[in-house]
């Protein structure tokens, strides 16, 4: 629907509440006569949430013909993406998501919006990066670990891992009833297939899960699948140009803005021409 952009921003935020709302009710239940008096905004998508996740399912859905919008919390898209911008130097420098799995999903995506990709060194990254062994629980550092190189083990993950090939499909497909040993604490399971030298490594890749050792293994298999361990033993890929939000800032323009959600209103972020023309 073609219309000027005018009327109050809480109306066409509430226009907007109501079209996300249409997506989910049946439109028999909606008395559409009452929201009949403001600007009403049209698409087929409202995607709520502009992280990784919303912002490329919008520009997917764009890439089918489908007109989209996007909600999202903050005056950005990205999510978790965050990069840090040198004033001085104009050096860019990520420090939310860095890395991404070698997989084509993201080389076409990334190359999608002329962005090379590289493979990630910690030194590339952060040039004077070095890491520290922390006991946390005396927080002192711990000197004398040096971690075990991990390739044997890796190759003997490898190949536990292609016993469960339903797990490297995205979501969670399991047998009824799942394989027992996928059942059993990830500790037991290190014990059993000798997997120690990996553990370290693996455990970098758990943030969130606590300790690893004590959950069932299924979790820790699925989170360190096929495509974090290549990226493990080969490198995984990060932008070229240390500016993870490049992405972000370029799939904004073309969806041609967004909406900035707060707990009460909708607020018109940017210029909403692109989207209603
Ligand atoms: C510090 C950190 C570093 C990470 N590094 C990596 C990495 O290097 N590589 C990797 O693959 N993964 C990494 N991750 C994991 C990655 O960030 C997540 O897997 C990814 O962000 C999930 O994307 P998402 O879109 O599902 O969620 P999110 O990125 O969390 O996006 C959700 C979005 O929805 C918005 N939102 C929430 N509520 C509302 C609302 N009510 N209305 C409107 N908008 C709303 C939020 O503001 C956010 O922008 C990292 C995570 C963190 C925290």
Redesign the pocket.
């Known amino acids: 629907m073609k219309m000027a952009v005018q009327g109050t921003l809480r109306k066409l935020l509430l226009t907007s509440l109501f079209l996300a709302l249409t997506t989910a009710l049946p439109s028999s239940s909606i008395d559409a006569s009452i929201y009949s008096s403001s600007p009403i905004i049209k698409r087929d998508v409202c995607v ?9 399912a919008a520009i997917g859905l764009r890439d089918r013909g489908k007109s989209v919008v996007v ?4 005056s950005v ?6 990069t840090y911008t040198d004033p001085p130097t104009n050096a860019t420098i ?8 070698n997989s084509p999903i993201v080389t076409s995506y990334f190359s999608r919006f002329k962005i090379p990709l590289t493979t990630l060194s910690n030194t590339a990254t952060v040039p004077s990066l070095q890491e520290y062994y922390v006991d946390f629980r005396t927080g002192k550092n711990v000197t004398e670990y040096i971690p075990t190189d991990p390739t044997a083990a890796f190759g003997t993950y490898a190949a536990q891992l292609a016993k469960y090939s339903f797990l490297n499909t995205p979501g969670w497909h399991l047998p009824d009833p799942a394989p027992s040993e996928l059942l059993m604490p990830f500790g037991d399971f290190v014990k059993k297939h000798n997997l120690d030298g990996a553990v370290f490594t693996i455990n970098e890749y758990a ?1 969130g899960f606590g300790d690893i050792l004590s959950i069932p293994t299924l979790y820790v298999l699925k989170n360190f699948g096929q495509a974090v361990l290549a990226g493990a033993q080969t490198g ?1 890929l990060t932008t070229a140009r240390h500016d993870n939000s490049e992405l972000y800032r370029k799939a904004r323009a073309e969806l041609g803005g967004m909406f900035t ?1 707060t707990t009460t209103t909708l607020q018109e972020e940017e210029l909403l021409s692109p989207w209603l023309s």
């Open positions: 709520i949430g502009g992280g990784s996740s919303g912002t490329y909600v999202e919390a903050k898209l990205g999510g978790h993406t965050n990520d420090y939310g998501v860095i890395e991404y799995d943030q995984f959600a």
